[in-house]
């Protein structure tokens, strides 16, 4: 499937085009003057501690929607004519790619900016989670602190990695930011917008 | 209630993949309070949840929080904070 919805989500094992992409996204408006992308590929090398693989494990159902609802919140603030998520899961080693973010809009400015958004959203509220893989053996990666920073810019709250049960719990994305302009998180699937939305694999 | 438990990543492993379980609560129906229970049913949920642990709780696949209410039937997953991208 390719240019099947405006806002598509697709969690898969395989490896993705990025040109086949970005053309699909393009393709058959004339109103899209901007298309700008994000690609997260694994980072390898003795800086990495010589990693030999990450494998990366996801919440089926819980990880679509979650990203549906940031993919719904980036057209409400960046005007998107139309986006792709692309997470792989499973076993990748250095180089392969991890993650495609794609937007079209009229103009430059939102389209990059939608796509750092989607990325800072993604990293502190999609249900992912990296194990690395090196020769001193297997871990857990840990939330960095950053990835919360980076969504605060955007005036969304984020706890993601904090430790303990006294921290702020992780709020669903529609609630967060400014309520006045957002739908109620209750009632978001019946947002419009969610109506053109698509995936590879319902829930 | 009947609930659905599931984990995820490091709790997963620690904890299998969930199950589907009767909690008689008596009061407090909380995620929160969820959590607590669930710390007497083993040595390893006990520490796999214990207060100190980073542990999110999403509840039918939502992200939630302690005080968020459980209802029959409810799906409630407990992960470590998430890391993906």
Known sequence: MTTAGTLQVRIQEADFDVARELEALQAGRVDIGAVASFTGCVRGGAAEGGLTALTLEHYPGMTERAIEAMLVEACQRFQVLRAIVIHRVGRLEPGARIVLVAAACAHRREAFQACEFLMDYLKTHAPFWKKEATPAGERWVDARVADDEALARWGIASANALGGEAAVPVEPPAAAGDNARHPDPTTIADDASLATLSRANPP | ?85
């Open chain 2, 1 to 85: 209630m009947k609930l659905h438990l599931r984990f995820f990543a490091s709790l997963r492993e620690a904890l299998g993949p969930g199950e589907t379980i009767e909690w008689a609560a008596a009061e407090a129906t909380s995620a929160g309070a969820l959590r607590e229970w669930l710390r007497e049913r083993s040595p390893a949920h006990a520490q796999a949840l214990a207060p100190d642990r980073a542990v999110r709780v999403a509840v039918d696949q939502t992200m939630a929080g302690d005080a968020t209410p459980l209802h029959d039937g409810a799906e409630v997953a407990f992960f470590p904070p998430v890391t993906g991208g």
